[in-house]
Structures are given as structure tokens and as C-alpha cells.
């Protein structure tokens, strides 16, 4: 089979999964319909909850591994659709429907290239040595995985397909980056805070207002620099998005909450920026988790100087995946853009598919 053909049938799939509603947490539907397609394509897959994955023919535990990974759930649609955000639509050379570009195309892209180099008797995937390019790295297993609830960060996603998997020494997971490598990502941990005070009644000097406390506490996050910057992810960045306070308009509030959005760096862990905000803010703090945790792999990792070598740039990406979940080294590289992930009419080029095909193939070392 040419890549053309490959292309073709990646296309096909991806329509058939447009055409599967798959809101996180209610993937069951589209998980049958990999399923069904790896089990024709003669793959041994296997399956827990929504979660899919499979091994390569030739798997040996005593080899390196190498995982690729993609979501197999979208986000609900929003409104002001012009297309049938169900339907897939191909006008030109867009191919419109909901998950198309997050992250349906490195999906079936990935599926695509893992089933093209099963049917490899030998497999010798790992990029060229660039300290020593005469001797090639040691030839790789491969697993495919098509994980859920990825859109929400859910424990039923591929933290729980993690521990049922052999050790992974390297993952490529398919988010829409232009096909070029993203090397960091930013970690995400939600703190919900509680200011504390005294009811009283408005129209008296009595009670002490919650709400000016957490007005405190709200400047002080606003104006705080950490100072550790990273070159590719830049600053840790503290952002309030929600306070309620009161029940009626002359009564002192005796509590404010509000809600903080942190994305960290990969110079400090979620664990240490909270420590540190409970040192320095009044209120009560509670992180809901510590778990979605930046990522890094260094510049020097020999599939980023894969990437390198075929003109890519690596850069830091401020958007979150199950990236965050993986303690092993991995990078997001797909096909799309990023900005078209959650939107009206969201699309993908067959064009980005073809070309994804082919350059995961060069980037993992495979004479196609």
C-alpha cells in the first residue's frame, strides 16, 4: 500500500469518528469503531473502559518502546456551527467535523503509520544516533494507544491504562501542532481559596468584610512574578477566574471564594508553587490536584534532533494534554493547529494528514 492509499484510509476513518459523537466520558461508540477497525486490519487490540491499544508484531519487552498516543474524545460542540459539527464535510481540501483537528487527525494518523510498520518483519524506528550517526539506536518496539477523557483530565483516561503497559521509554502523542515538535508543555493546577471574616451589618461598623481580604490576596497574585523563567514555556502564570461572595446587600460578608488558574513551568513543581502561595496569601487554599505536571524533554533527546535534522523547530506549547500524565520523556507532534482545537466549523486538511503520514515515518527511521 502507497502513502496515498494510507492517506485515503486514514481520511475514511476519520470521517467514520466524526461521525460517532464522542464527548468525554461518552466515548463508547467511538471506541468501538477503532476496535472493530484494528481488529480488521489484524491487529490483536485490547481495551479498558474507552480506552484501545495494541503492541507491535514483533514486540520484545528486553527492547526499547516507543509509544504513540492520540484522544479519542472531543469537547461538546459550540454554538454557531455552520456545518453539522457530526457530519463530516470535506470541501476542498478541509475536512470539517467536531474533533477533526483535536485530535482526530494525529489519531488516525498515528493508527495509520503504527499499522504500516507492524507488517514490518524488523523494525528500526529509533531516529539516527546524531552523536554517532554510523551506528543507528537499537531497533524499538511500538504501542499504539487511543486514550479518553483526555478533554477533562478524567482518571478513567490513560492514567489508567499506564500501569497496565510495559515500561515506555519514549511517547509521541498526536496533538494538532503543525507538525512541529512541542518540547514543553505547561502544567495546569486549580486552587480553590476561601477569605475569611466576621458578618456584620452594612449599615453598621460591625463585621469584617471577607471580600476586602481576598481583594488582597487577589492583587498580590495578580502582581507576583516567580523568578524563574523558562526560555521555552515562559513564566509561571496565576490567574483568577471566578469570586463569589455575599447572599444580600446589607449584610457583611463572613466568606469570599475565589477560584485560581496556575499553569507552571517546568522549573517548579505544582507542589512548590502551592507551598509557596500558602506561605504568602491569607486565605484558606485547597488544590483540587497536583497530578497535570509540566513537561520537558531535553533539546538534546535524540528524536528532537530526529525533528532538528528534517527542519524542524521545537517550541514550548502553553495548552495541556495527557502529556502531563506520562512520567517518561515525550513530546506533542500532529497534525492541525492548535487554535482551531474547540472552535465553530473546526477542520483538518487531508493535506496535514498525508503530510503527517509521511513525515512520522522519516522521523521514526523507516524506509517507506
Known amino acids: 500500500m502507497n502513502k496515498c492509499e494510507i492517506c485515503q484510509e486514514a481520511v475514511a476513518l476519520l470521517k467514520q469518528l466524526i461521525a460517532t459523537p464522542s464527548v468525554s466520558r461518552d466515548e463508547a461508540r467511538a471506541a468501538d469503531v477503532l476496535e472493530a477497525y484494528m481488529t480488521g486490519k489484524g491487529l490483536n487490540p485490547r481495551r479498558h473502559g474507552n480506552n484501545i491499544w495494541c503492541f507491535s508484531q514483533s514486540f520484545d519487552e528486553r527492547k526499547p518502546a516507543i509509544l504513540l498516543n492520540a484522544h479519542i474524545d472531543t469537547v461538546k460542540p459550540v454554538a454557531g456551527w455552520q456545518h453539522d459539527p457530526f457530519t463530516p ?37 529509533t531516529p539516527i544516533n546524531p552523536i554517532n550517526p554510523i551506528n543507528p539506536l537499537p531497533p524499538t518496539n511500538l504501542i499504539f494507544l487511543a486514550s479518553c477523557e483526555e478533554e477533562v483530565s478524567g482518571k478513567n483516561g490513560i492514567e489508567s491504562v499506564l500501569p497496565l503497559l ?13 507538525m512541529q515538535p512541542a518540547i514543553a508543555e505547561k502544567g495546569l493546577m486549580v486552587i480553590d481559596a476561601t477569605a475569611h471574616g466576621k458578618a456584620g451589618h452594612a449599615a453598621r461598623n460591625e463585621g ?4 476586602y481580604h481576598a481583594m488582597q490576596d487577589i492583587l498580590w497574585l495578580k502582581d507576583w512574578q516567580f523568578p524563574k523563567r523558562s526560555e521555552l514555556l515562559g513564566p509561571v502564570k496565576q490567574t483568577v477566574t471566578i469570586v463569589n461572595a455575599g447572599t444580600q446587600h446589607n449584610v457583611v460578608p463572613d466568606q469570599c471564594t475565589f477560584t485560581i488558574d496556575v499553569r507552571s513551568n517546568e522549573c517548579y513543581t505544582n507542589e512548590e508553587i502551592f507551598e509557596y502561595f500558602q506561605t504568602h496569601l491569607r486565605s484558606e487554599l485547597k488544590a483540587r490536584s497536583f497530578r497535570l505536571s509540566p513537561s520537558h524533554i531535553p533539546m538534546e533527546h535524540p528524536f528532537v534532533q530526529a525533528c532538528i535534522q528534517q ?43 498525508e503530510g503527517a503520514i509521511s513525515l512520522y515515518m522519516k522521523l521514526l527511521n523507516f524506509n517507506f
Open 89 to 125: 464535510t470535506v470541501a476542498g481540501d478541509r475536512l470539517y467535523g467536531l474533533g477533526s483537528n483535536d485530535c482526530g487527525g494525529g489519531l488516525v494518523s498515528l493508527l495509520e503509520v503504527f499499522i504500516a510498520l507492524n507488517g514490518h518483519p524488523i523494525i528500526p524506528i
Open 311 to 353: 527542519g524542524l523547530k521545537p517550541f514550548g506549547s502553553p495548552t495541556l494534554s495527557d502529556q502531563a500524565l506520562m512520567p517518561f520523556p515525550s513530546l506533542k507532534l500532529g497534525p492541525g493547529d492548535s487554535a482551531r482545537s474547540h472552535t465553530t466549523d473546526e477542520y483538518i486538511k487531508i493535506s496535514e494528514i
Open 166 to 178: 510495559p515500561p515506555i521509554d519514549f511517547a509521541i502523542v498526536g496533538e494538532p501542532t503543525g
Open 208 to 211: 469584617d468584610n471577607a471580600i
